[in-house]
């Protein structure tokens, strides 16, 4: 496997049942804020916890880097991210095919993966 499993591996909790991800484009209606966008899966967990009563400690926020069309952040000295417009359709599809597999191969198939973004555009 690719480089998600082997991130999976490497994060300390084992029994995770909850997870969010995104790429932080489109996220709330924003605009795209690339890695900035980690806040939305954070809050999204905490409300999981907060009125579900999923651990903490059983939640895991990801954002994965595919850079970004925000030409301001793409301009910033800055920006940590990928700067580079964001990945085709085709490399995004591929991309989450691999964080699937390894959520499945790391957490088994009763963990809650929400998506929160995908327009792939």
């Keep these: 496997m690719g480089v998600f499993s082997s991130a999976l591996r490497n994060w300390a909790e084992r029994s995770i049942q909850v997870i969010v991800v995104t790429d932080g ?3 709330l209606g924003l605009v795209d804020l690339g890695y900035q966008g ?4 954070v809050g ?3 409300l999981y916890t907060a009125l579900g009563g999923v ?4 939640c895991l926020p990801i954002t994965i880097d595919v850079g970004t069309n925000n030409q301001k952040l793409l301009d910033d000295e800055f920006y940590i991210d ?3 417009k964001r990945t085709t359709r085709k490399e995004y599809y591929e ?3 691999e964080l699937m ?7 088994g198939q009763k963990v809650s993966v929400q998506l929160t973004w995908f327009s792939c555009s």
């Design 25 to 27: 484009e489109r996220v």
């Design 38 to 41: 980690m806040g939305i899966p």
């Design 44 to 46: 999204k967990l905490a």
């Design 55 to 58: 651990s903490p400690s059983a």
């Design 82 to 84: 990928l700067k580079q």
């Design 95 to 97: 991309l989450l095919e």
């Design 101 to 107: 597999s390894a959520v499945k191969q790391n957490y």
